[in-house]
């Protein structure tokens, strides 16, 4: 029975043995009990030493006892002669072969190694843990014991009963008595009552049983803890103490399930997961992330910006609503707090009725230090920290994203994980088990896909023909993005002149105005639209092994188009509006910019509308009805990604302009993302190759840092540190640029206080000098460095552990295979010795 149970079970890695170890006489093997919780796991090294310091005599006799038995055991099991009984062999051998083709053989019986070492096997901790009930708890009753120990005063080991570990004269049995088994459960039960709810808890989740056996044993324990409660009558004091706790726990739990439950859109993310796959679910992922950015920066600077002002509003002229504001967010809207030219310059909550020339409006005189808020300190130091915290928190969050996909993502042990660690027993309804089980479903198809991808080495001129190719695509969209980026400049340059000669132009209607404004939003949004699309169509020219990697270089293609009109733009607003706004008939250019990038941000909404509705919705109906088939378009990744990265660069880049302009961008985030996964669930199919999107959230989270967050800081800090103010507006009009606010105010401190003169130096050198900001970079560089290094190392040992994991099973196989030849050593000296017997 022994026999059959070893050969039917596959030979684990085992535990690290050495060669030196294999070549030890097999008279001092022993076989270990899987009841012992402390060597499960360790060499066979330690187990010949145990048995070693046992006595020479008692292991002595064991082990002739061991050996009688064996021998015993081959008489029995010797094959029968007879032609009869060779022919019945040759047609078993026969069969198996036949069989070969369709079912594996055993590794263990393909060894053909004999009844001892098979007995040896089928004793080893790494093939009985699993299957001997009665070990387990044995194991678990002994770590409890120890635990027990730990926490509490004992008497000493000695005082209880041995071991439950059989001795070697035991090896033949199959495991512990019903009898033996129901003690051990008893002292475990007990065990487990004396311990501490938490470590009871964390024991019963790392017993390797099954969850009604689980449960059976906790039941056993609170049936005891109420037995043993009401044989003792408890004061008044300790039961309400007790019921408090208990009610205080149960409040707890409900509460961590609340804020579970809070968390948005995880119904829907997984069910995009499960029919989609983690690209499409990469996507809204990081749409996700992108909102909470947003009400972090709106968070900050609505509490430190936007309710001081509202709470103390200036004296300013109001105009009509329109309607026409919310296509253009000029008109009235230019009076709220949404635009920088409605903030003072003053302290608050001192009124300044004189908002004309800023004379009598300075804010920054001794004689309103007697208030607590200086608004353009406050401006100043709201936005610098909102980039800073912002920068940090996307940092970590790459690099965190960033390790994750390459220690486990890359590790080749996630397919064992998905297969068997990935169900959640606690989802009992039916849709939310249906959706878990197309999530895992999906994610076996990635996986395996990933697997069995096949890396065919092609010949030198299909090579060449491949890199032309993709030569020629790369060209036609290099050349494209270029020319897009030069229309761009020269449109803007041809709207500015339009709007210097409708300055000069008293007749021109402002609604007219103000809807000419419109245009360069528009041309940009529509080259941002179109040009993806042939984007697309060269890379269907381009065959690529994998989908994962055409959807890189999407990626790469759609970020250079991004990337370039912005810069167009930064350059149009920071380079003609700023320095010549008097010429175009403005009073604040800042307003002026943030009303842009409000039409900017408008705009794209609105042609990602145009796009679900005629690039989804439109082709679909026309594939089925027209064309009468049943594909439907796929969603593309990149473009939808890069849409996000554009439009949260545009409120980036207006947080120092529209203080508000985060709370726009919240509710275009909130609608693209009901209208995108309505538009996925109904118009979209899942890619015909599945591919396994393991680094796609650490690419979109590094493009929204290096590029994204690293250019509109660039360009927020050129505009604080360089750029003059307007003169009539916002809370720096009397300054020279606005990074000298914390320098005026450091002045007047100093006049105020001169013991505190050392701020005003420390600012001077740390804050002003540039050199300590390329410090600053520098280290900052430095550390993301050190992180990736330190990943980088994560997965090499990860990779090192496996192999090593490997070796340690052939050396398994070679301490096997070595006692299986001494074993027949001795039975051909004893056939030998034998046959000269019988010859004498």
């Avoid at 009930?133 to 926490?151: D, F, H, M, P």
């Avoid at 019921?243 to 409900?254: D, E, G, L, P, V």
């Avoid at 608050?348 to 800023?358: A, Q």
């Avoid at 070679?814 to 074993?823: A, P």
Wanted: proline residues 4%.
């Amino acid at each position: 029975m022994v026999q059959e149970e070893a050969c039917s079970l596959p030979l684990p890695p085992g535990p690290l043995m050495t060669k030196s170890e294999s070549v030890l006489s097999p008279v001092r093997l022993s076989v270990r009990s899987p009841a012992d919780e402390e060597g499960v796991h360790d060499s066979f090294q330690q187990l010949i030493a145990e048995h070693r310091d046992n006595g020479a005599a008692s292991s002595a006799l064991e082990l002739q006892q061991l050996q009688s038995d064996l021998d015993e055991e081959n008489r029995d099991n010797m094959p029968l002669s007879g032609p009869e009984h060779e022919h019945r062999r040759r047609q078993g051998a026969s069969d198996l072969e036949c069989d070969g083709g369709e079912r594996e053989m055993d590794p263990i019986q393909g060894e053909g190694w004999s009844s001892d070492t098979l007995k040896i096997l089928s004793s080893m901790p790494s093939r009985t843990i699993g299957r001997n009930r009665g070990a387990i708890i044995s194991q678990y009753c002994n770590k409890t014991l120890k635990l027990r120990r730990r926490r509490q005063t004992r008497p000493s080991i000695r005082d209880f009963s041995p071991s439950s570990r059989p001795s070697i004269r035991s090896y033949g049995m199959e495991g512990d008595t019903t009898d033996a088994e129901v003690s051990k459960r008893e002292r475990l039960v007990n065990n487990l009552q004396n311990l501490p709810v938490s470590d009871r808890v964390r024991m019963l989740r790392g017993m390797p049983l099954s969850v009604a056996e689980k449960k059976e044993i906790r039941n056993l324990v609170m049936q005891k803890e109420k037995r043993i409660l009401s044989n003792k009558k408890l004061s008044c004091c300790s039961q309400l103490k007790y019921y408090i706790i208990i009610a205080a726990r149960k409040s707890w739990y409900s509460w961590l399930s609340f804020l579970h439950s809070l968390q948005p859109w995880q119904t829907l993310l997984k069910r995009v997961s499960g029919r989609f796959g983690t690209g499409v679910l990469s996507y809204f992922l990081f749409l996700k992330t992108l909102v909470f950015f947003n009400v972090f920066l709106f968070l900050v600077t609505g509490a430190f910006l936007v309710l001081p002002q509202a709470v103390h509003p200036p004296y300013r002229d109001t105009t009509s609503f329109s309607g026409l504001e919310l296509l253009t967010g000029a008109g009235s809207f230019s009076h709220t707090v949404m635009y920088y030219g409605y903030y003072a310059n003053y302290t608050l909550p001192r009124r300044s009725r004189d908002e004309g020339g800023g004379q009598n409006a300075s804010t920054l005189t001794s004689d309103s230090q007697q208030f607590s808020y200086n608004m353009p300190l406050a401006y100043f130091f709201t936005i610098g920290m909102a980039f800073f915290i912002t920068c940090i928190i996307l940092v970590y969050s790459m690099s965190k994203t960033f390790g994750r996909s390459f220690r486990i993502n890359k590790s080749n042990s996630i397919l064992t994980m998905k297969t068997f660690s990935c169900w959640d027993f606690k989802v009992i309804k039916k849709k939310s088990v249906q959706i878990m089980s197309e999530n895992i479903g999906t994610q076996l198809k990635e996986l395996l896909a990933e697997l069995t991808q096949k890396h065919t080495k092609s010949t030198f001129c299909k090579r060449f023909c491949r890199l032309m190719v993709h030569g020629v695509a790369w060209t036609i969209c290099i050349a494209s993005t270029t020319g897009c980026m030069a229309g761009v400049y020269y449109f803007s340059e041809f709207i500015h002149k339009d709007l210097q000669q409708n300055h000069r132009n008293l007749d021109v209607n402002p609604l007219m105005k103000e809807a000419k404004l419109l245009s360069l939003p528009t041309v940009v949004s529509v080259i941002n639209l179109l040009l993806p699309a042939l984007f697309n169509l060269v890379g269907w020219m381009e065959t690529y092994e994998s989908p994962s990697v055409f959807a890189y270089v999407a990626i790469g293609r759609n970020l250079m188009l991004k990337m370039s009109m912005l810069g167009v733009l930064c350059f149009h607003w920071l380079g003609r509006v700023a320095p010549e706004y008097k010429s175009i008939g403005l009073t604040c250019w800042e307003d002026f910019v943030g009303q842009e990038l409000y039409r900017f941000l408008l705009m794209d909404f609105i042609f990602t509308l145009l796009d679900t509705l005629f690039g989804e919705l439109l082709w679909r109906l026309f594939s089925e009805k027209v064309l009468k088939r049943k594909r439907k378009p796929v969603f593309d990744i990149a473009r939808n990604v890069l849409d996000l990265i554009y439009g949260q660069t545009l409120a980036w880049l207006g947080v120092l302009f529209s203080p508000v302009l985060p709370v726009v961008q919240i509710l275009k985030l909130f609608l693209v993302f009901y209208i995108k996964m309505s538009s996925v669930m109904l118009n979209c199919q899942a890619p015909r190759k599945p591919y396994r999107a393991s680094q796609m959230t650490t690419i979109f989270i590094t493009l929204l840092c290096i590029p994204s967050l690293l250019g509109a800081s660039v360009c927020v800090t050129y505009t604080m540190w360089s750029i003059t103010p307007s003169t009539s507006c916002g809370p720096f009009r009397t300054l020279d640029t606005m990074f000298k606010a914390g320098k005026h105010w450091m002045e007047i401190l100093e006049k105020d206080n001169p013991s505190l003169s050392v701020l005003s130096k420390a600012h001077t050198y740390f804050v002003e000098n540039p050199f300590f900001l390329f410090v600053g970079a520098g280290i900052f560089l430095i550390v993301i460095y050190f992180h990736s290094q330190v990943v980088d190392g994560q997965r090499k040992i990860i990779s090192l552990l496996q192999d090593q994991i490997q070796n340690e099973g052939e050396d398994k196989k070679f301490l096997i295979n070595r006692l299986q030849s001494v074993h027949k050593q001795k039975q051909d000296a004893g056939k030998r010795l034998k046959s000269q017997d019988s010859t004498c």
